[in-house]
């Protein structure tokens, strides 16, 4: 046992998967004939309730506690021996594709084990108070024990295909809990639209995943990284086939991270229950896209092409997707949209090179957004399930520690100096400006959407909570603070908001950056691999090349445009308040444009959704039912239109056949008696 | 002493009118009685064969051939039987709805 704890690292994942199959029986076996009996009389708490209530937060909080502990361990080890590979048995031999199920322990899967268990456990206890009312109860904690089963598995494979597996496990459950209410079109139509969404990203995986086995012969982390620099001294590893291969890798993660041009399904996925947002589609799932680029960051620096094209959509995605959620009034719709652009940001950052800092702001936004969605949540809680931000307002007084917690939240994602989102954005600008790879537009493009984001978050907060109610009355009447199941999360979750930044204070302030630190072994050594990693591994001290005063400069800069944000947001919301609409009907082409969202999903709609049912239709018309069909018919009427002729010999006289008989012999005799004479 | 080639003509002939009864007649039981004739004219062959070879197995042949034809006959007529009742009628010329 040299290893110690490390040795339960597979635990991790097990401990929900353990949860999924007490919770999978009790669902089964004790909800589904309560549920399927019918649906008026269940006023009394069925006592598998409880058993779920504790099983499914307990796994999952083990589950951290496990992981903590592995860390720990992991931490203890000097820098450079930080990569602990459990292989737990072999799963696939065929020939030569050696994949075993094998687990992987380094900073950066350490990271987001804990982001993961740890907002997962929070996510867990809150859903119990939150999910308190639905009948479907244990479904509900089996699809979310199932999700934190795959979501480890995600982050803790060692080769691209666990990983894969992982990747569509959190997909299928994706599907399953924005359909939870699957009575609802609506909800089952968002639950397809992710999941075909998905699919179309996943399909870049699985070549990028052949060309990888094609290139290195192995799909394990250890094994291709460590070949990298060999092939690419060998010539067999070109920059083409790099870009082709971090192309088709970003292509998934587009998919499954929701950027430009798949991330139409995110903001349709807020069908689903709010708990599930917070930690599907804002903390955890939305986020393995930028994992997997930064746990791909060896073969991403050998494509500058491919670089470029990252961050290019992650700057267009971050200041697009944040013009879309200043018009919207559902409240989740808007907190969507916001994680659409944070996730916009964490791949510019990737697309400059810098993955400390896009996991940096992976877990600050973890942090932040979960904390805004379950803030919502409780709202929408409080209003007994009203989301329209038009019929909120003053809710300040009714849920005191809900506003406290988002208010704390919002101040860190707008980029308040000091709370967490301000580390992590600003290192992101500031590796947007001064990478080898970033350039100022990227800057300007990235700092104005960070105005936007104060701006539009600000406004959220000012509709919902301060000002006249707008409240129906009978709503109004019943407003009330959650409970402490739910509450309690809120303000652990806030506490992070505000110090999860504290581990990444950049030098130029003073700090010690603990945080690169402690993914410099995952991204420096393949960094110092290639040219390109030279100027990467350069650029990441930053300072190097620039002036600190620089650095404060564009630091105060980008503060000075989320003020600017807050500052417009609280002369709308809150002095001027007819002024919005106003504004509105002065330019309603605008308004319309960017409140239908663009008509993204119409011109998609026309543009690919009717093209391929028409081709669909036409190859249903002519390949089907013509050539298909045409080529099985066509046999059945050649052996009947033959058959037609022949079978009239069979014409049930017996002493035809008899004749035939005769004629049958005497031939064969005759013939038999030829060939004798003739010999 | 009768040369062997004359009982061949005789089982021949017996064979022939045979196969032509069956071939040609519709009366069943008469298709019957010419399938013994020509069980019968293949028995002459058999004897005379194993007569003039004197080997005893031409012979062993011919009584194995007698019990199959009772055998047979016993069936046939049975068959017959049933039939008649069913559709009264012993023309095979009647009886073609196993066809196409």
Known sequence: MVNGILEYLWLVPALPLLGVVLNGAIALFAERPLLLKEAGSHHETPAYRKLVAFIAPAVVGAAFIVALLCVLSLASRPADGRTFVQILFPWIQAGSLLVPAALQLDPLSSVMALVVTGVGFLIHVYSVGYMSHERAFARYFVCLNLFMFAMLTLVLANNYLLMFVGWEGVGLCSYLLIGFWYEKQSASDAGKKAFVANRIGDFGVLLAMFLVFWTFGSLSYTEVFAKVPLLRESGVLTTGLATAITLLLFLGATGKSAQIPLYVWLPDAMEGPTPVSALIHAATMVTAGVYMVARSSALFLLAPDTMMVVAVIGAVTAIFSATIGICQTDIKRVLAYSTVSQLGYMFLACGVGAFTAAIFHLMTHAFFKALLFLGSGSVIHALSGEQDMRKMGGLKKYVPITFATMFAATLAIAGIPGLSGFFSKDEILWQAFSSSHGSPVLWVIAALAAGITAFYMFRLVFLTFFGKSRMDPGVEKHAHESPWSMTAPLVILAVLSVAGGWVGIPAVLGGSNLFEHWLAPVFHPVAAAGAHGAAVAGAAEGAVHHPAALEIGLMALSVAIALCGIGLAYFLYRVRTGKPAEIASRWPTLYDVVYHKYYIDEFYEWAVIRRVVTFSDGLWQMFDALFIDGIVNGAADLVRAAAGRIRRLQGGVVGGYAFSLLAGAVLLVGYILYRSVVQ | ?100
Request: glycine fraction near 8%.
């Open chain 2, 1 to 100: 002493m009768i040369a062997p080639s004359a009982y061949l003509l005789l089982s021949a002939i017996l064979f022939g009118i045979g196969v032509v009864g069956v071939v040609a007649r519709k009366n069943i039981l008469i298709i019957l009685m010419s399938v013994e004739l020509m069980l019968n004219g293949v028995n002459v062959a058999f004897v005379a064969a194993g007569s003039y070879l004197g080997d005893p197995a031409g012979g062993v042949f011919a009584f194995m051939v007698m019990t199959v034809a009772a055998a047979e006959a016993a069936v046939g007529l049975a068959l017959l039987i049933a039939l008649y009742r069913l559709k009264e009628t012993i023309d095979i010329t009647e009886l073609k709805v196993l066809k196409w």
